[in-house]
């Protein structure tokens, strides 16, 4: 190797390392998952994980300098999102290396994911068909909020904590498929768990809104 092909090699692993360390800390993987369901401020961004707006703002502006994060001015607000489809792919490949090399990470997904999923997760391919023929009831179990910057054409939002008090409002003529945020998103499997209990025929998605969108599917916005 000569030394100009250590110097670029060295280059990019430099740069490669930065942004693996913008990434490397618990409070910015909660918000690059809260990004991933679209664009928000700091404040709201600060409410959802527990910080505080100066302490966000931090994360923030480092996550952006490592280009994974793009910004934009909207009034007094600055809106934060994802920079592309990659940070999203990078959160998973994240996932995907500890789920099958650490340890502790085995026992979460073993214990809780795997342990419910006799819910048959329900591809995308497999939800769009459905959903083209009218066979299916789709159900957005975020919180309304995330429901409004952008979900699954013609799903129903109802959030997990306000599942058994409306269950009225969902139709026992069709199988009903929830979503959540991904793979790793809790509410798709408490809401099935709730459905089924209440003797609704229910599956999940087999991930969350991002990688619907990220797959190049329709996706609406609004109430």
């Known amino acids: 190797m000569t030394e100009s ?16 360390k913008a990434a490397a800390h618990p409070h910015r993987l909660a918000l ?10 700091v404040d709201t961004l600060a409410d ?12 923030l502006q480092s996550m ?9 001015r ?15 792919a990078l959160l998973d490949a994240i996932g995907a290396v500890a789920e099958r090399n650490v340890a502790e990470v085995k026992s979460v997904v073993a214990s809780y994911f795997n342990a419910r999923d006799d819910m ?3 591809s995308r391919r497999e939800l769009k068909k459905r959903m083209a023929a009218g066979t299916v009831t789709v159900l957005d179990v975020r919180p309304a909020e995330e429901f409004a910057i952008g979900h699954v054409p013609g799903a129903v939002n109802i959030p997990t904590t306000e ?3 409306r269950l009225s409002e969902l139709p026992r003529s069709k199988e009903i498929v929830a979503y959540c945020r991904g793979p790793y998103c809790v509410f798709a499997f408490e809401a099935v768990a709730a459905l089924r ?27």
């Open 5 to 20: 092909s250590r110097g670029v090699k060295a280059t990019l692993h430099e740069s490669f390392a930065e942004v693996a």
């Open 32 to 41: 690059l998952e809260q990004l991933a369901q679209g664009e928000r401020n």
């Open 48 to 59: 959802k994980v527990g910080l505080t707006v100066a302490n966000t703002s931090q994360h």
């Open 64 to 72: 952006r300098r490592a280009g994974l994060l793009a910004a934009r």
């Open 74 to 88: 909207e009034g007094k607000f600055t809106l934060y999102r994802l920079a592309d489809d990659s940070v999203l």
């Open 120 to 122: 048959e997760p329900v």
């Open 163 to 165: 599942l058994k008090r």
């Open 197 to 223: 209990a209440a003797g609704y025929k229910a599956r999940r998605l087999e991930d969350g809104l991002p990688h619907w969108r990220a797959a190049g599917l329709p996706v609406e916005s609004g109430t």
